[in-house]
Nanobody
Framework: QVQLVESGGGLVQPGGSLRLSCAASGNIFSDNVMGWYRQTPGKQRELVATSTRGGTTNYLDSVKGRFTISRDNAKNTVYLQMNSLKPEDTAVYYC?????????????WGQGTQVTVSS
């Protein structure tokens, strides 16, 4: 059974920084995509950043230059370094892992961690 455990959310002032971590455990295909999504009440969940095992990354336009995704493949862990945070970054952030194997798609989500940017 796959489990994703997130940590690192919290309250931060505008302009501040936070680092989110997500550790994946269980039977996960190694050639996967790990990433972060976020959601605010009444809105759809949106992709923030993703990274392939080889390090190819993708970012939401509004976080480019401020957020950096990285991963430790040996530990099955993905990180999101968030700098220059803005109030509009306030959301619940979810870790995601997905991959294809044997013609099937597998996708897993973390429980979510709250990030609040406010003075």
């Amino acid at each position: 059974q796959v489990q994703l455990v997130e940590s690192g959310g919290g309250l931060v002032q505008p302009g501040g920084s936070l680092r989110l971590s997500c550790a994946a455990s269980g039977n996960i295909f190694s050639d996967n995509v790990m990433g972060w999504y976020r959601q605010t009440p009444g809105k759809q969940r949106e992709l923030v950043a993703t990274s392939t095992r080889g390090g190819t990354t993708n970012y939401l336009d509004s976080v480019k230059g401020r957020f950096t995704i990285s991963r430790d493949n040996a530990k099955n862990t993905v990180y999101l370094q968030m700098n220059s945070l803005k109030p509009e970054d306030t959301a619940v952030y979810y870790c995601n892992v997905h991959y294809g194997s044997g013609g099937r798609k597998y996708e897993y989500w973390g429980q979510g961690t709250q990030v609040t940017v406010s003075s």
